[in-house]
């Protein structure tokens, strides 16, 4: 059993009219096997406790904590959050000319395990991840989200997932610019990592649709950098007929 806790954290960004605190005193606390969503409107602060946790250098922890079995994740680096076991799936995945996705792969999974995976076993890994998110063979010889569709983007997104074996993934709007199809795809590979590695997820996303395939044990409403409410699935249910507003009259 591993556990990720953050404790009252305050983060800040540097804008051009100063200094913006976003996160307010967040607590949190996944374990190995839960998934965690955290729902809320634009601007509410979701995606800066994502890249809060995988390091984004742009944002500063003015205060609080980050463990990850005890460990202080805020004196890691970007790599060796990664090697502790913590993934994100980005948003908005960018480009990689000149990489493909063959040595990507190989070549962060050597990184993260400390060793180079045996080759047999590796391509046999490979390809039955690929199948299970309908992704053709041709697609490791691409270069990493170049020229890749939305739904391709999210699809090598699950595909690093499942074959890095993280502890705990931050999925950032893993759902946004996916069809129905590649939906239910997606939240499949995410479902078949956390059933195959016990893993813990923390899901970032607007709407419900993607809890209908990805079924959260804890809900967490974020607004004004912090949660205002906590509940179990019933809470997304009730944010997808009454919206946001009741929060937002409050912060």
Known sequence: MSTLKITDLHVSVETEQ??????????LEINSGETHAIMGPNGSGKSTLAYTIAGHPKYTVDSGSITLDGEDVLEMSVDERAKAGLFLAMQYPVEIPGV???NFLRTAKTA????TPALRTWIKDVREAMANLRMDASFSER??????SGGEKKRHEILQLELLKPKFAVLDETDSGLDVDALKIVSEGVNRAKENNNLGVLLITHYTRILRYIKPQFVHVFVNGKVAEEGGPELAERLENEGYDRYLEIA
Do not use: A
């Open 112 to 115: 993260i395990d400390g060793e």
């Open 143 to 148: 270069n990493v989200n170049e020229g890749f």
């Open 100 to 102: 493909t996705v063959t």
């Open 18 to 27: 100063g200094t913006k605190q976003i996160l307010r005193g967040v607590n």
